[in-house]
């Protein structure tokens, strides 16, 4: 069974820094990129990064120059790292696992994790 466990988050002022990580389980990982997802309240969830396991990374337009992803691949892990938080940042943010299948893509979720930004 697939299992995304994200942690990290909590509160900090504008300005201040902030790490996620997640260790995933269950899966042979190598052909999913994985990362975060930001989602407010009433909202789809959006892009905050992606790496792939060959190290290829993706960057939301709201966080590009700020944040930066990592990823162990033997450890099935990935760590986020979020500098020069803005009050735009708050939110839940998920772990993700986009992951091919053949022809499918099929994503899986972590739990979620709150940060808050506060002015």
């Known amino acids: 069974q697939v299992h995304l466990a994200d942690s990290g988050g909590g509160s900090v002022q504008a300005g201040g820094s902030l790490s996620l990580d997640c260790v995933g389980s269950?899966?042979?990982?190598?052909?999913?990129?994985m990362g975060w997802y930001l989602q407010d309240p009433g909202k789809e969830r959006k892009l905050i990064s992606l790496i792939n396991s060959d190290g290829a990374v993706e960057y939301g337009d709201s966080v590009q120059g700020r944040f930066y992803i990592s990823r162990d691949n033997v450890k099935n892990t990935v760590h986020l790292q979020m500098n020069q938080l803005k009050t735009e940042d708050t939110g839940a943010y998920f772990c993700a696992a986009r992951c091919q299948r053949g022809p499918s893509l099929r994503t899986y979720w972590g739990q979620g994790t709150q940060v808050t930004v506060s002015a």
């Open positions: 269950g899966y042979d990982f190598t052909n999913c990129r």
